[in-house]
């Protein structure tokens, strides 16, 4: 037997636990090499620095993230919306935004503008418009 063929028992033991046909997928990372790179998964933060300036993206999906206090050296985790902006991973933690985007109940796959409006203390504040 080969080393790409499982037995019926791990077969068995690996469907009880996802239900990922690994037969496939096996035969899948056979091909790897002759896959090119699509996307880079991994998300880069996206900042609006000037009031006025905005984005389009494609909202993906929500991401809990680690950061670490400047002032107090804790870290803490916080949650960030991803948006898919030119073939690009972006993700944005600000508490505004972040509430925006759940207040407004918009799926993941929906393409949406958000701008910088203003800033009160730390705090900066966005607007989500829908795109269509």
């Given amino acids: ?3 790409t063929q499982l037995t019926t028992q791990e077969n068995t033991e690996l469907a009880q ?3 990922v046909n690994f037969q496939e997928l096996i035969a ?3 091909k790897l090499q002759d896959l ?3 996307i880079n998964l ?4 996206v900042e609006l620095e000037k009031v006025g300036e905005s984005f389009r993206g494609i909202y ?3 991401q809990r993230m680690q950061v670490t ?3 107090t050296g ?3 985790d916080i949650e960030g919306v991803r948006f898919l902006i030119d073939k690009q991973v972006k993700i944005n933690a600000g508490v505004v935004l972040v509430n925006e985007v759940e207040r407004s109940g918009i799926n993941v796959g929906t393409p949406v503008e958000v701008t910088y409006h203003s800033k009160k203390g730390n705090v900066k504040i966005y607007s989500l418009t829908l795109l269509g």
């Fill in 1 to 3: 037997m080969d080393n």
């Fill in 17 to 19: 636990v996802s239900d």
């Fill in 28 to 30: 899948q990372s056979e």
């Fill in 36 to 38: 090119k790179p699509v």
């Fill in 42 to 45: 991994s998300a880069e933060y």
């Fill in 60 to 62: 993906i999906g929500k």
């Fill in 69 to 71: 206090d400047q002032a």
């Fill in 74 to 76: 804790e870290t803490r």
